[in-house]
């Protein structure tokens, strides 16, 4: 799978759009890019994914260029409880055989009240 | 409420003590994991099991043993652990292997070792 880049930690105010920026100028054809994030002490939660098009769901919009090479996540009118770890995984849809998703570092969110 | 529930969620053990994380799904799905996170280290994946059988086993000691009796629930086996062992661990569940990235996450059992 592709490796990804983001930004150690972020600041955001509250009710504003927190824009979350991933590189990933290695990915191939047939990845997926996806977004999870990791509220304090408890499970990843899965956020959105998109392969090339434009994506938007009731938590958040995803924004991936034209060349594949980054993407933004974005979270519209941030509140307190989006504070978390942010992870940017591109993903292979093998069609069989084991996987699991490679977590990095990922993104440390913060809105400030 | 994710549909993974994972137990016990605190655990604090000896290293000569036998012990069990258990994980239970609700979601139908054919895949299950352990994911082991450390203070202040991303996510490592241990064990991956599809249809009660594994998959894969990324190097993991022989001190942590998984159990797969069925689809809907895994076990993590803890046995002579030691002080570095203590971290969250947490298990996922997906429809299947290989079929994408969308993995649901139990809370995590969040494991002590003394």
């Known amino acids: 799978d592709a490796k990804t880049t983001q930004p150690t930690s972020m600041d955001c105010a509250e009710g504003r759009a927190a824009n979350l920026p991933c590189n990933h100028s290695t990915i191939s054809g047939n990845e997926y890019v996806y977004w999870y994030r990791q509220i304090h002490s408890q499970g990843p939660q899965y956020i959105i994914h998109g392969l090339k098009n434009n994506e938007t769901n009731e938590m958040a919009s995803l924004i991936i260029t034209e060349d594949r090479k980054s993407s933004t996540l974005i979270l519209p009118h941030a509140t307190l409880r989006d504070t978390a770890v942010y992870y940017c995984?591109?993903?292979?849809?093998?069609?069989?055989?084991?996987?699991?998703?490679?977590f990095g570092k990922g993104t440390h969110l913060i809105i400030q009240p | 409420e994710t549909g993974v529930t994972q137990t016990p969620r605190h655990l604090v053990m000896g290293m000569t003590n036998k012990k069990s994380l258990k994980c239970e799904q609700h979601?139908?799905?054919?895949?299950m994991y352990w994911y082991k996170q450390s203070a202040k280290k991303p996510l490592e994946l241990m064990f991956v099991?599809?249809?009660?059988?594994?998959?894969e086993n990324n190097s993991v000691p022989s001190r942590f043993s998984p159990e797969c009796p069925n689809s809907s629930h895994l076990f993590l086996h803890l046995h002579t652990l030691q002080p570095e062992d203590s971290a969250l661990y947490l298990c996922?569940?997906?429809?299947?292997?290989?079929?994408?990235?969308?993995?649901?996450f139990g809370e995590g059992s969040r494991l002590t070792v003394l």
């Open positions: 995984i591109v993903v292979m849809y093998s069609g069989g055989g084991a996987d699991g998703l490679t």
């Open positions: 979601l139908g799905h054919n895949a």
């Open positions: 996922a569940s997906s429809p299947d292997i290989g079929a994408g990235g969308e993995l649901f």
């Open positions: 099991y599809s249809l009660e059988e594994r998959v």
